[in-house]
């Protein structure tokens, strides 16, 4: 069986549960622009492009993205002794195909009842959320492969109908151009990154050359008439592939080396057990000041101040760890590349008008997978010493079910709340910062309750 790795799956949790808060607080003049995407503030949520920093909302994606790199290498070492490699080529590319139908799906889903005034639209998504549920989970108990086989066809066709049938409030029907963007750089990811990963299994520097080439490719796509700008504008099938989406391996290929420094750092940990947990604590709110400093100086534009106040911080982490640690143990490794990768974001910061996610920035790729090493290591040295393990419990149970938390809120609970009547109520606690905070919470912690229900039960979603 796989190993779990908790601090891998709490990464995976927090992130997760993030964009939850982040989609379901107050929208309009009720919160500081710090509780939003910093490209779209309040009052009113217009895209500004040019605005420079990052908030907390910003991360939460790459943080997802890097999680999903790091488990490649873990899902994968296995498979790969255990199957034929056309069977590894038939489980990358079916993962790719699901979430990309999963895209699809819920977004058809969600546009279908946001854009009705009738309330019992609603119960679609709850008919979805069953389809999906049936489509995906991973049965804890024996079944006939024959009807488990049935049920996924079944709730596929089923789902299939209700894509056909739906008429928009705009009128239009179906469209394959209707989707989840998240899910679908996610799909993406998942195929590119782990065929990348598989071919440079033995050597991460040639998985590391990969970025020099996208990276070649994006900058050179200025001239119409060269062959990177047919490149980067070929798409088989609009919307689903998209060149642009291979920026986030610039997040991702780091998170794969991530994952084979997981298992390493494992291995030695179960020799050495004897760090000072005090130290333990200290290293831990460090590694998590370092990414508080870098939220407000970006945000603020305190460029300089940052970078001086992160190199600080750098070394003192770096001092700490030494102590904890032997030089040579594969906990360094994580500290020097979130360290080198988090100073090479900054030095990039000036480069396209400053830091962004939208439209992401080389600054904001280094950033922000260096905060996500830096941060994967705090959760990595507090399991290894059993320190905070509730809260790190529960973000890792959030974390092992990412599917159901992500569509649980749009598919179940606010479904839910409009068939009942009290959607009129919770949207009261918009009124000012704290109930509109707390309406996030609330929110948040209701999906929450629903994926920590699917994980007790032992009902995982797998693509």
């Known amino acids: 069986m796989q190993k779990r790795y908790e601090s891998l799956d709490a990464l995976r949790g927090l992130a997760i549960l993030g964009m939850v808060l982040s989609g379901s607080i107050a929208f309009g003049n009720v919160l500081p622009a710090w509780m939003y995407h910093a490209q779209v503030p309040p009052p009113n949520h217009i895209f500004h492009p040019e605005l420079p920093g990052i908030t907390w909302v910003d991360l939460v994606f790459p943080f997802f993205l890097f999680s999903m790199g790091a488990a490649i290498p873990l899902s994968f070492e296995n498979k790969l002794k255990d199957q034929p490699w056309y069977n590894t080529a038939w489980l990358i590319a079916k993962r790719g195909l699901l979430l990309c139908f999963f895209a699809i799906f819920i977004d058809h889903v969600k546009d279908y009842m946001y854009g009705s005034e009738n309330n019992m639209v609603y119960l679609f998504g709850i008919l979805g959320f069953v389809l999906l549920h049936v489509l995906l989970v991973k049965w804890p108990f024996a079944i006939n492969n024959k009807i488990s086989v049935g049920l996924k066809l079944s709730s596929l066709i089923i789902a299939a109908i209700m894509l056909w049938q739906f008429h928009f409030k705009d009128g239009s029907g179906f469209k394959i151009t209707r989707m989840d963007i998240i899910i679908v750089v996610l799909a993406n990811m998942a195929v590119f990154a782990s065929i990348i990963w598989i071919i440079t299994k033995y050597n991460p520097i040639h998985r590391l050359l990969v970025l020099p080439v996208v990276m070649g490719i994006f900058l050179s796509n200025t001239n119409n008439i060269s062959w990177q700008h047919e490149l980067y504008n070929f798409t088989p ?136 090493f830096l941060l994967l290591y705090a959760f990595i040295v507090l399991e290894s010493k059993e320190l905070l393990k509730v809260p790190i419990n529960f973000l890792a149970n959030i974390g092992k079910n990412p599917m159901v938390a992500y569509v649980s809120g749009s598919l179940l609970i606010t479904p839910i709340l409009h068939l009942s009547g009290l959607n009129y109520y919770f949207n009261l606690l918009n009124a000012n910062a704290f109930s509109g905070f707390l309406k996030g919470i609330i929110y948040t912690g209701l999906v929450a309750l629903i994926t920590l229900f699917f994980v007790k039960k032992k009902y995982f979603w797998k693509t």
Not at 248 to 265: D, H, K, N, S
Not at 303 to 326: A, P, Y
Not at 366 to 371: D, I, N
């Open 237 to 372: 099938i609009n919307g689903l592939y998209s060149f642009y989406y291979l920026k986030y391996l610039f997040i991702v290929i780091p998170g794969t080396i991530a994952g084979e420094w997981l298992q390493a750092y494992s291995r030695e940990t179960e020799k050495n057990n004897t760090s000072d947990k005090n130290k333990i604590i200290l290293l831990a709110l460090l590694l998590v000041s370092i990414i508080v400093v870098n939220l407000i100086g970006l945000f603020q534009r305190y460029l300089f101040v940052n970078l001086i106040g992160s190199i600080i911080l750098i070394v003192v982490i770096v001092s700490i760890n030494r102590k904890l640690n032997n030089v040579n143990n594969a906990s360094n490794y994580f500290i020097q590349a979130g360290s080198y990768l988090l100073l090479l974001g900054l030095i990039f910061e000036a480069y396209e008008g400053g830091i962004k996610k939208d439209h992401s920035t080389y600054s904001y790729y280094f950033v922000t997978s260096g905060l996500a």
